[in-house]
């Protein structure tokens, strides 16, 4: 099972990432909730997951998401992954840069009755934020 879990995250990940939804709607359970930092509310159902990818696909150009990584255990799936696409589109009020950025984060995903039912993300918020020089970098010691 854990095997096959791995493989539904990896194309859940990637062609959902690429604007093929149909991955979410055969994987991802009615009563999804998503977790992650930077965003102010969970994210809930198929169709909250479909508008988050969504607004993010529309804000940087060429996106794609990378499994780099997988590990499983019991009914949970860890993915490390990285992104990378061109700021092209505004995003949580940050107009357009134009440029190439490269982000990296971690998903814990957890299964019940063969579906994604909850994930718990983290992300690199603060380096896609020194890349698109909204911040200054950090000091080095």
Excluded: C
Aim: hydrophobic share 40%; glycine share 10%; charged share 25%.
């Amino acid at each position: 099972m854990a095997d096959a879990n791995k493989r539904i995250i990896q194309r859940l990940f990637e062609e959902s990432w690429t604007g093929n939804f149909d991955a979410i709607d055969e994987f991802v359970s009615a009563d999804y909730v998503g977790h992650d930092p930077s965003e102010q509310e969970p994210t809930r159902g198929p169709d909250g997951l479909k508008e988050f990818i969504a607004r993010y696909r529309s804000a940087f150009e060429g996106v794609r998401l990378i499994v780099e990584d997988q590990f499983a255990d019991g009914d949970k799936v860890a993915t490390r992954w990285s992104a990378r696409g061109t700021h092209s589109g505004e995003i949580s009020g940050i107009a357009p840069t134009g440029k190439d950025v490269t982000v990296t984060g971690m998903t814990i995903s957890r299964f019940a009755g063969g579906k994604v039912v909850e994930e718990w993300s983290t992300w690199d918020t603060l380096g896609l934020l020194v890349q698109l020089g909204v911040i200054p970098a950090p000091a080095r010691a």
